[in-house]
C-alpha cells in the first residue's frame, strides 16, 4: 500500500487562501495530475499537522471535506484513501450539481486604518460643492504638476501650527501616498549620489522595504533599540536613512532627545548622508507632546519630511505630501515631472476647501477622542484576557497596540515563528492577525507578536479577536 506523502508533497503559504482551504486544492491537484491515484493512503491528520506545523483542526477540516465531496474514503481501523470515482469528480464531463452557493463568514481583523465610520461625509460634500462651483482651469488640463498651490498652502499653514514646521509652500509637493513619495526621493537622490546606501530601520514597514528591494546597492539595516533608530556605523560611503523617529513603526516607540541629537550631529558631520523622516501618524498623539520633525532643527538641508492623509481621513483619498528642503526643490520638481504626477488634481481642491474651513481640524481633533477611547478599550480587553501570554505598553499616541508573546510562555514552547503559527490557525477561524516578527530583516530572529490595530475596528471585532487569542492559548495550556 503507497503512502500519500511519497507521491505528493503537501506545503503551505501565507497566501490569501486559508490552510485547510490550499490543503483542499493541493489533494485534488494531485488527484487530477495522478500523482495520487485511487486506493492511495492519506496520512492521518495528527501526522500531517505535526509535518507541516500546523493545527490538527486545520487538517481535520480539509480532510472532512474532501471526504464529503466523494474525493476520500474512510475505513475503519485503516485511515483515509483516495476514492475510485476522485478522478471521475474532476472530469470536466463530471455532472454539475446546482449548489446554492454559500457566502463566506466576514474576516475579522483589528486593522489600523481609519474608521471610514465617523468620517464627516456631509462637511466632505459641502467641500466638494464649494471647491467645484468654479473650477480652476488649470486643475482640469493638469497644469499643477507639484500639486494644487492652495492646497500646498494650507499644507504649510498646518505643518507649522501643529508639527511647528517652518516652511513655504514651494518646498511642499503632492503625492499619492507613501509609495509615490519614496520613488520620486530616489530618482532626487540618485541623480546626485547613485552609489548611495539606502538604510531601513530594522524592523520597519515592510511594503517599504518591498519597495527598495531591487536596488543594486542593497539595503542596509538600523537596528532599533529601547531610544529609537540606530546611527549607520559606515560613514565613508553616501547613505539614505529612513526613518520614523516621533513613532517608530511597527514597534510604536519614540526616539530619545539624546538619539535624535545624535542623528542630527550625524548630519551635520556627514556631508554625504541624507534623511527621510516618515511622519505616518502622528496626527493621532493622545498623551503628552508630540516631537518637532527632525526636519526643522536641520540646518544643512538634508532631511525630508513625508507626510499622509490618507491614514488620517480615508484609505481611499490617496494623497500624501512631502516637505523638501530648500536646495533640493528644482532637482525633486524634476524628478516628479520626469516620472509623472499620480496624485489626482480634481480632489485636491476639495481638500483645500475642507482645510481652510476647519473641518480638518475639527474631524483630527474629535478622532483623537474617539481612538483614545478605542485604544482605552482594547487595553482592557488585553488585561481582561491575554495577560498570562501577552505583554504589552500603552501607546502614547498612533493606531495600533504592539503586544509580545511573553518570554517565558517562549521559554516553555520552544520553537521559532509561534506569532506565524497562531495567527495561521485563527485564520482558519477568519481572523487575520498582522505579524509581528514578519516586519524584521530576519523574521527567525524578531521579536514575537503582534500588531493590533486600534482605530478601524468596533469594540465587537475588537472582543472577537482578542478572545479567539485567549480561546487559542488556553487550548495549548489544557
Known amino acids: 500500500m503507497k503512502h500519500a506523502l511519497a507521491s505528493l508533497t503537501f506545503h503551505l503559504t501565507d497566501s490569501a487562501d486559508p490552510y485547510y482551504q490550499q490543503l483542499i486544492d493541493q489533494v485534488k491537484d494531485g488527484i487530477r495530475q495522478q500523482r495520487l491515484k485511487s486506493g492511495d493512503k492519506l496520512p492521518s491528520s495528527r ?13 481535520a477540516r480539509a480532510y472532512d471535506a474532501l471526504l464529503a ?19 471521475v469528480l ?20 483589528c486593522d489600523s486604518g481609519a474608521d471610514v465610520a465617523a468620517f464627516p461625509a456631509k462637511d466632505w460634500a459641502a ?41 513655504s509652500a514651494e518646498q511642499i509637493f503632492v503625492t499619492s501616498g507613501n509609495r509615490d513619495a519614496l520613488s520620486i526621493l530616489q530618482h532626487t537622490l540618485d541623480a546626485q549620489t547613485a552609489d548611495a546606501h ?43 536613512a529612513i526613518i520614523t523617529p516621533n513613532r517608530q513603526y511597527p514597534l510604536g516607540i519614540g526616539m530619545s532627545p539624546a538619539r535624535r541629537q545624535a542623528w542630527l550631529q550625524a548630519v551635520q558631520q556627514n556631508p554625504s548622508l541624507w534623511l527621510i523622516e516618515d511622519d505616518y501618524d502622528n496626527e493621532y498623539h493622545y498623551q503628552g507632546r508630540m516631537g518637532v520633525p527632525l526636519m526643522q532643527a536641520d540646518t ?57 474651513h476647519g473641518r480638518f481640524d475639527r474631524h483630527l481633533n474629535r478622532m483623537r477622542r474617539l481612538y483614545r477611547l478605542k485604544r482605552d478599550r482594547l487595553l482592557a480587553l488585553l488585561a481582561e484576557h491575554l495577560t498570562p501570554w501577552l505583554t504589552w505598553q500603552a501607546p502614547q499616541g498612533g493606531m495600533h497596540i504592539r503586544v509580545m508573546l511573553m518570554q517565558e510562555w517562549l521559554a516553555a ?22 505579524v509581528l516578527s514578519d516586519h524584521y530583516v530576519d523574521p527567525d530572529m524578531g521579536e514575537q507578536g503582534f500588531l493590533l490595530g486600534l482605530s478601524n475596528p468596533d469594540e465587537a471585532t475588537m472582543e472577537q479577536v482578542v478572545r479567539a487569542l485567549a480561546v487559542w492559548f488556553e487550548r495549548q495550556s489544557g
Not at 501526522?47 to 487538517?59: E, M, N, P
Request: proline share 8%; aromatic share 8%; with cysteine.
Open 69 to 87: 465531496e466523494g474525493f476520500l474514503v474512510s475505513e475503519a481501523k485503516r485511515g483515509l484513501f483516495v476514492a475510485t470515482s476522485a478522478r
Open 198 to 240: 539606502w538604510l531601513l530601520e530594522n524592523p520597519c514597514y515592510r511594503p517599504m522595504r518591498a519597495l527598495l528591494s531591487n536596488r543594486a546597492s542593497g539595503l542596509g539595516a538600523l537596528d532599533v533599540d529601547a531610544e529609537g533608530a540606530t546611527l549607520p556605523l559606515h560613514k565613508e560611503t553616501p547613505q539614505v
Open 413 to 434: 514552547h520552544r520553537a521559532t515563528r509561534w506569532d506565524r503559527r497562531i495567527a495561521g490557525d485563527l485564520l482558519e477561524q477568519n481572523i487575520r492577525l498582522e
Open 127 to 167: 467641500s466638494m460643492r464649494r471647491s467645484w462651483l468654479k473650477p480652476d482651469l488649470n486643475v482640469l488640463e493638469g497644469a499643477y504638476s507639484g500639486g494644487y498651490p492652495p492646497l500646498k498652502s494650507a499644507i504649510a499653514d498646518y505643518l507649522y501650527r501643529v508639527r511647528g514646521v517652518a516652511c
Open 47 to 59: 501526522q500531517l499537522a505535526a509535518t507541516l506545523g500546523v493545527s490538527r483542526s486545520t487538517v
Open 300 to 356: 544643512q538641508g538634508r532631511s525630508f519630511l513625508v507626510g499622509s492623509f490618507s491614514k488620517v481621513l480615508f484609505r481611499g483619498l490617496r494623497l500624501g505630501f512631502v516637505v523638501v528642503p530648500p536646495g533640493q526643490i528644482e532637482r525633486f520638481r524634476a524628478s516628479q515631472q520626469a516620472l509623472g504626477s499620480s496624485a489626482s488634481l480634481p480632489i485636491q481642491p476639495v481638500l483645500t476647501d475642507f482645510m481652510r
Open 90 to 109: 474532476l472530469s470536466p464531463t463530471a455532472p454539475v450539481h446546482s449548489v446554492a452557493p454559500v457566502k463566506p463568514p466576514p474576516m475579522l481583523a
